[in-house]
Protein backbone atom coordinates (compact mmCIF):
# COMPACT_ATOMS: atom_id res chain seq x y z
CA UNK A 1 0.00 0.00 0.00
CA UNK A 2 0.94 3.74 -0.76
CA UNK A 3 -0.20 6.75 0.39
CA UNK A 4 -0.05 8.12 -3.47
CA UNK A 5 -2.72 5.22 -4.12
CA UNK A 6 -5.59 7.16 -1.68
CA UNK A 7 -7.63 10.02 -2.71
CA UNK A 8 -5.59 13.44 -2.32
CA UNK A 9 -8.20 15.17 -0.17
CA UNK A 10 -7.63 12.42 2.65
CA UNK A 11 -3.94 13.55 4.24
CA UNK A 12 -4.21 17.29 2.69
CA UNK A 13 -2.70 18.80 6.42
CA UNK A 14 -0.44 16.11 6.82
CA UNK A 15 3.30 15.24 4.53
CA UNK A 16 1.91 12.15 2.90
CA UNK A 17 5.68 11.06 2.16
CA UNK A 18 6.38 10.74 6.03
CA UNK A 19 2.76 8.49 6.66
CA UNK A 20 3.88 4.81 7.66
CA UNK A 21 1.10 1.96 7.28
CA UNK A 22 1.95 0.59 10.39
CA UNK A 23 2.66 3.78 12.68
CA UNK A 24 -0.11 5.60 11.14
CA UNK A 25 -3.04 3.07 11.33
CA UNK A 26 -5.71 5.21 13.19
CA UNK A 27 -5.30 7.58 11.21
CA UNK A 28 -5.35 6.55 7.76
CA UNK A 29 -8.32 4.05 8.67
CA UNK A 30 -9.97 7.02 10.53
CA UNK A 31 -9.31 9.65 7.16
CA UNK A 32 -10.84 6.67 4.85
CA UNK A 33 -13.78 5.68 7.00
CA UNK A 34 -15.26 9.25 7.41
CA UNK A 35 -14.09 10.63 4.19
CA UNK A 36 -12.65 8.41 1.79
CA UNK A 37 -14.44 6.80 -1.75
CA UNK A 38 -15.09 3.65 -2.00
CA UNK A 39 -11.66 2.90 -3.79
CA UNK A 40 -9.97 4.28 -0.83
CA UNK A 41 -11.76 1.58 1.16
CA UNK A 42 -10.70 -0.97 -1.13
CA UNK A 43 -7.12 0.13 -0.72
CA UNK A 44 -7.33 0.15 3.52
CA UNK A 45 -9.68 -3.20 3.19
CA UNK A 46 -7.06 -5.06 1.00
CA UNK A 47 -4.11 -4.26 3.55
CA UNK A 48 -5.60 -4.42 7.05
CA UNK A 49 -8.45 -6.58 6.63
CA UNK A 50 -11.66 -6.16 8.12
CA UNK A 51 -11.14 -7.33 11.94
CA UNK A 52 -8.08 -5.16 12.05
CA UNK A 53 -10.26 -1.88 10.71
CA UNK A 54 -12.48 -2.81 12.73
CA UNK A 55 -10.21 -3.24 16.04
CA UNK A 56 -8.83 -0.13 15.12
CA UNK A 57 -12.31 1.65 14.44
CA UNK A 58 -13.82 0.80 18.32
CA UNK A 59 -10.97 2.97 19.53
CA UNK A 60 -11.81 5.91 17.64
CA UNK A 61 -13.35 8.16 19.95
CA UNK A 62 -14.73 10.87 17.44
CA UNK A 63 -15.33 8.48 14.58
CA UNK A 64 -18.50 9.39 12.64
CA UNK A 65 -21.29 6.68 13.95
CA UNK A 66 -22.59 6.34 10.60
CA UNK A 67 -18.89 5.07 10.00
CA UNK A 68 -19.01 2.90 13.11
CA UNK A 69 -22.74 1.61 12.24
CA UNK A 70 -20.81 0.71 8.89
CA UNK A 71 -18.84 -1.97 10.31
CA UNK A 72 -21.10 -3.15 12.88
CA UNK A 73 -23.06 -4.21 10.34
CA UNK A 74 -20.52 -5.93 8.23
CA UNK A 75 -18.93 -7.72 11.16
CA UNK A 76 -21.94 -8.40 13.24
CA UNK A 77 -20.51 -6.12 16.28
CA UNK A 78 -22.62 -4.24 18.52
CA UNK A 79 -22.33 -0.75 18.06
CA UNK A 80 -21.59 -0.01 21.60
CA UNK A 81 -18.50 -1.58 21.41
CA UNK A 82 -17.50 1.48 19.50
CA UNK A 83 -16.03 4.77 21.66
CA UNK A 84 -17.73 7.07 19.43
CA UNK A 85 -20.92 5.83 20.87
CA UNK A 86 -19.98 6.10 24.36
CA UNK A 87 -17.87 8.98 24.14
CA UNK A 88 -20.07 12.33 23.58
CA UNK A 89 -17.47 15.50 22.17
CA UNK A 90 -17.39 18.03 24.59
CA UNK A 91 -17.51 20.93 21.75
CA UNK A 92 -21.16 20.71 19.70
CA UNK A 93 -21.05 20.21 15.45
CA UNK A 94 -22.60 23.75 13.84
CA UNK A 95 -24.79 20.80 11.98
CA UNK A 96 -27.00 18.17 12.15
CA UNK A 97 -25.47 14.67 11.20
Given at each position: MHISDFS???FWDVNPNKLNPEKS????IHRV???GLIE???IVYK???LNTITEVAKNIKDLD?????FLALLTDTNKKEFRCYNSE???MK???S
Open positions: KHLKKLILDYDWRYYGKRSASQSVFWN
